[in-house]
């Protein structure tokens, strides 16, 4: 098990454990420092303190970011990011809206291909709502037989019910992150989609304050982890890594723990913290 995992999402977005359960499941696995990074959302960051109190680990605020950049989804995390910034809880009031939205027009989408599904189906599923929590629903109805088969039929790209979601602009998102004293980190560059010149990317996104890069991901290979980190290395980025964890319903290979950080590279991390500056 690694010293720290730096991306972990909860039942507050798409994973399927809530903060407490993750909690537990790092304190077992003796992973001495976390951060939930729920996509779009801060819901789980209010219950931290507690938790690391009661664990007796480290539980880093942090949030991952879906936004827009040369008609490619980029991801980024937010870390030390304060919670309370009203800029922040202001774009993702919006962001939520907006997902409200998508959801209601997958919804009726649906309807139109007689599937039963409604939107007090999914409201239960999570705060923040997303096709995860639709795939969900039509399992449990019979219309598929597990999560993938939904995606495949329905809510992919270029299928029946797929409706594509607002994202912010990346410029904007790596303001925002640096407006809420927090450092921003490229996440996971292994499943950036191809084409995208990674090395051209990462030195523009530093123009616009980028702190660092996602080395240790479940999804990266271990060339690609030895380029990432010679990337970070030369354009003096922060080292990061995390599990990705969502739950072990979705991801039987990793679990909370098993990729991150060692000590040496943790405490490098968290001197970026702004309050130890």
Known sequence: ????????????????????????????????????????????????????????????????????????????????????????????????DSRVKRIKDIIQKLNNLDIDISYSDIIHEGSTLGRPHIAKILVSKGYVSNTKEAFT????????????????????????????????????????????HLKETVKELKVYGLNGIEVFHPAHSSTQVNDYYNLSKKYSLVISGGSDYHGSHNNTVSTIGTYGLDENLTNKFLKLNFFNR
């Open 153 to 196: 039929q329905y809510l992919t790209k270029g299928k029946p019910a797929y409706v594509d979601r607002y994202k912010i602009y990346y410029k904007d998102a790596l303001k925002l992150i640096n407006n809420c004293n927090g450092i921003s980190v490229l996440a996971h560059p292994g499943e950036i989609r191809k084409g995208i």
């Open 1 to 96: 098990m690694q010293f720290s995992d730096l991306h972990i999402h909860s039942a507050y977005s798409d994973g399927l454990m809530w903060p407490r359960e993750i909690a537990e499941m790092a304190s077992q696995n003796n992973v001495k420092c976390i951060s939930i990074t729920d996509h779009d959302t801060i819901d789980s960051q209010y219950k931290i303190n507690e938790l690391s109190r009661q664990f007796g680990i480290n539980i880093i605020p942090g949030i991952e970011l879906s936004t827009e950049y040369n008609d490619t989804e980029l991801h980024l995390l937010g870390y030390f990011i304060n919670i309370h910034n009203a800029e922040l809880q202001q774009v993702l009031s919006l962001i939520k």
